[in-house]
């Protein structure tokens, strides 16, 4: 049975990651709206991952015979200055999660619950890539600015449509989708 404690900040996560998920589509939408496809499409598959990794943490706890409840989220960022924005609100949002994982991982050694600790390593790992990414997408839309169509071919080039599976993350609830 995971810590008391670890339980109510996972739950919060949860949150946390459906409230990322919405954000991502609210930036994938906005570039749908600027007929900017990869872009969009680089968007709405972050917004499923994000869900993914709330319904990860969801199957969590169902494993560990705890309760399981679903917050409600806040509004997210859906008008943008300029194509900047939404990779910025991102990268702002990735570094946030970041740290609330890294919260939640410390909680677990405190606690010393050692099977939430372990079940966070996924995710340390996870956020480390998701900042990496933002942080490089920035970095190109932020030079792109004034031609973002260099911004969809960099999308083509260095993410594939297809990625293949992570064998290692944990399952998630009702399936990863």
Known sequence: MPADRFVERLQEQVGHEFAASQQYIAAAVYYDALTLPRLAAFFYAQAVEERNHAMMMVRYLLDAGTAATIPGVRDPVSTFADVVEPVTVALEQERRVSDQIAGLTRTAR???DFQSEQFMQWF???QTEEVATMSDLLHVVERCRDNVM???EYLVREHPATVPEDTTAP????GAI
Do not use: R
């Not at 399952?171 to 009702?174: F, T």
């Open 110 to 112: 405190e606690e010393g």
């Open 171 to 174: 399952p998630a609830a009702g």
């Open 124 to 126: 340390l790992k996870e």
């Open 150 to 152: 260099l911004a969809e």
